[in-house]
């Protein structure tokens, strides 16, 4: 009930605007997210500040900005980073920008070494996301709100809190959907 009540009232605060917290910019899609996440919302707020962090970090440094391709996702403190950088040594400069951000538990660079995406394979692999995240959400005895769904290059990253049973039936799901090459789980596993 208090998480319906705190989604209600940021719905009410932030529509139209922007607020930040902590530097963040929070808006209109962290609060349409709380509704289906089993995260606090407290821990929500943090993660996006964590990834906004850390992707402010990475566009502050040049090279990082100007040679790679770089997404970055937070969930419950940690962090995975997903995309394309040149050389070993960016992949890295990568990893040592981000753990300057404080907050973080656990980071996950799987960022590749390779010339960066193209905006056709960056399309695909948002519609991949697109289809993956419907999967989870009609899959019988699956509670999706507890995966978030990153897609790179093919490869589909499935990150969350589960059990063991809830985390191998989101992995079947997204192996079902056209156009994932590889499912990788950077999950926080519960007990059964």
């Known amino acids: 009930m208090k998480k319906i009540i705190s989604v209600i009232c940021l719905i009410v605060i932030l529509q139209g605007c922007v607020v930040f917290i902590g530097g963040a910019a929070i808006g209109a899609a962290t609060a349409s997210a709380v509704l289906y996440d089993r995260r606090p919302t407290k821990t929500i707020?943090?993660?996006?500040?964590?990834?906004?962090?850390?992707?402010?970090?990475?566009?502050?440094?040049?090279?990082?900005?100007?040679?790679?391709?770089?997404?970055?996702?937070?969930?419950?403190?940690?962090?995975?980073?997903?995309?394309?950088?040149?050389?070993?040594?960016?992949?890295?400069?990568?990893?040592?920008?981000?753990?300057?951000?404080?907050?973080?538990?656990?980071?996950?660079?799987?960022?590749?070494?390779?010339?960066?995406?193209?905006?056709?394979?960056?399309?695909?692999?948002?519609?991949?996301?697109?289809?993956?995240?419907?999967?989870l959400l009609t899959a019988k005895g699956l509670d999706s709100g507890q995966f978030k769904v990153v897609t790179e290059n093919g490869t589909v990253y499935l990150m969350g809190i589960a059990s063991r049973d809830q985390a191998n039936l989101a992995v079947e799901q997204a192996r079902q959907v056209e156009g994932v090459q590889k499912v990788v789980t950077v999950f926080e596993y519960q007990r059964d």
């Open 45 to 135: 707020v943090n993660d996006e500040n964590i990834s906004y962090q850390v992707t402010q970090a990475l566009q502050a440094d040049h090279a990082i900005a100007s040679q790679c391709h770089v997404g970055v996702t937070a969930y419950n403190q940690v962090v995975l980073l997903v995309g394309q950088a040149p050389t070993q040594a960016l992949k890295d400069q990568i990893s040592m920008a981000a753990k300057t951000i404080p907050g973080i538990t656990k980071l996950y660079n799987e960022v590749t070494i390779e010339a960066p995406s193209t905006n056709l394979v960056q399309t695909s692999d948002a519609w991949v996301t697109t289809k993956v995240k419907s999967y």
